[in-house]
Nanobody, 121 residues
């Protein structure tokens, strides 16, 4: 069984910062890509940022220059540093991990339960 647990969401004023964390635990053999998605009310879930186990990161155009994704492979953890937050960043943020539970199992995507980020004065 695999669990992804996010933390760090909350209420912040426009221009402020938040740092989200997501820890993957359980029966994990290896993790490939990790990332963050978000879903605002009435909208589809969208990619915010992704980071492979080795290679370049990928960001949505709307967050480039403001958000930074990073990971600690030893801790199976992915982070999202969010700066200069805007009201349009308000959403539930979900982390994902594409991983194998055994060497012979296919890569499967797992999701966290989501954490609310609200940007408002």
């Amino acid at each position: 069984q695999v669990q992804l647990v996010e933390s760090g969401g909350g209420l912040v004023q426009p221009g402020g910062s938040l740092r989200l964390s997501c820890v993957a635990s359980g029966s994990i053999f290896s993790i490939n890509d990790m990332g963050w998605y978000r879903q605002a009310p009435g909208k589809q879930r969208e990619l915010v940022a992704a980071i492979p186990s080795g290679g370049t990161t990928n960001y949505a155009d709307s967050v480039k220059g403001r958000f930074t994704i990073s990971r600690d492979n030893a801790k199976n953890t992915v982070y999202l540093q969010m700066n200069t937050l805007k009201p349009e960043d308000t959403a539930v943020y979900y982390c994902n991990a594409d991983l194998r539970t055994r060497s012979y199992n296919p890569v499967t995507r797992y999701w966290g339960q989501g954490t609310q980020v609200t940007v408002s004065s």
